[in-house]
């Protein structure tokens, strides 16, 4: 094959004339040198010819089979495009996303810093705001009742656990000192009884605590929610309304101008959502407001009808006390202790 090459390259690269003569292109130096240049650039695996026709044929019809392997190596499928075309999208998305966020953050820290240091303006509604540093005040107060609630049910409880044990103690006392029988026995019952109203008053405490748990930890936490959302809205707002102030204190070229329009578009696109969430909180205190009274009128009057109910040693009004506001007991509250089963 070599050999077919080269001769097929002596034969290109010598010309005859007309009557059979070799011409005098650079002689037999130039020969030496193409043959020199074959037998170095040489058949190469990789870079073998497909002859579409015979020997001799047009040059059109040689295919190098290194351009048909690059062709396949190195055209992708339609579903690679698709995958990359996908995930050059959310690269893209996922940037853009990164880039607001840091504009907006750069925003609203300049305009926080301006406010603290006294530079800049701020927006105020002087109503919501009052009534939003009520709340605040509102909610700490009912936490400290709340704890002090918690504290009274884990103390009073560790009451009647000990008036269990000393019931415990004068019943097997009246049952081994016959001589002072009647006065362990005394004793006994009347620990039971206090045992059993001081577990109605645990019930009516744990009722009153869980529902001021709720309120406190739910109710007001989720109006508070809000309240942070209003006031991060409130900070952008006046974030996009100072720099569309100081733009249109500048120049007015055309540059000006589109960063301008810009402005005002997010502009006006922060100032909907600082008034879409002033009126969800102003909606959310009014009823947080109704909820709160209603709640804690119930729940007050339970806790003081309880308690004087107990001190009183009216185990009547006590029990009509639960009944009237629902108040279930834990299982096994009135189950009788192992000495009074014996």
Request: proline fraction near 3%; glycine fraction near 8%; aromatic fraction near 6%.
């Amino acid at each position: 094959m070599a050999d077919s090459v080269m001769s097929k390259a002596a034969t290109m690269e010598i010309p005859i004339n007309s009557n059979g003569d070799t011409g005098s292109l650079a002689g037999d130096d130039s020969l030496e040198q193409d043959l020199q240049q074959v037998m170095v650039s040489g058949p190469n695996l990789n870079e073998t010819s497909i002859v579409s026709g015979g020997y001799g044929g047009p040059a059109g019809g040689i295919i190098p089979t290194s351009s048909i392997k690059g062709s396949m190596h190195h055209s992708p499928s339609g579903s690679g495009l698709a995958s990359e075309e996908v995930a050059r999208g959310v690269a893209v998305e996922k940037l853009d996303s990164v880039k607001k966020w840091g504009i907006n953050t750069y925003k609203c820290t300049k305009q926080m810093l301006s406010e603290r240091f006294g530079r800049g303006s701020r927006t105020v509604d002087l109503e919501l705001e009052a009534q939003i540093e009520v709340l605040r005040e509102t909610k700490v107060k009912y936490e400290q009742v709340l704890r002090l609630a918690t504290a009274l049910i884990s103390h009073f409880n560790n009451m009647v656990q000990t008036q269990q044990a000393l019931g415990d103690s004068f019943a097997d006392l009246s049952q081994k000192s016959p001589e002072l029988q009647d006065e362990f026995g005394y004793n006994a019952e009347t620990q039971k009884l206090l045992c059993k109203n001081g577990d109605s008053l645990l019930g009516a405490i744990n009722f009153f605590v869980s529902s001021i748990n709720t309120l406190v930890n739910k109710t007001m936490e989720d109006t508070l929610l809000t309240i942070r959302l209003y006031e991060n809205a409130r900070l952008e707002f006046d974030a996009y309304r100072s720099d569309l102030e100081e733009l249109s204190l500048g120049p007015r070229d055309a540059a000006a101008a589109v960063r301008i329009d810009a402005a005002q578009q997010d502009y006006q696109l922060h100032r909907d959502k600082y008034e879409r969430l002033r009126s969800d909180v102003t909606i959310k205190l009014k009823f947080l407001e109704e909820n709160k009274v209603k709640v804690m009128h119930k729940q007050l009057l339970l806790f003081h009808n309880a308690i004087s109910a107990y001190f009183a040693g009216n185990q009547q009004q006590l029990e009509q006390t639960l009944i009237q506001f629902n108040v279930k007991l834990k299982p096994g509250a009135d189950k009788p202790s192992w000495l009074e089963e014996q």
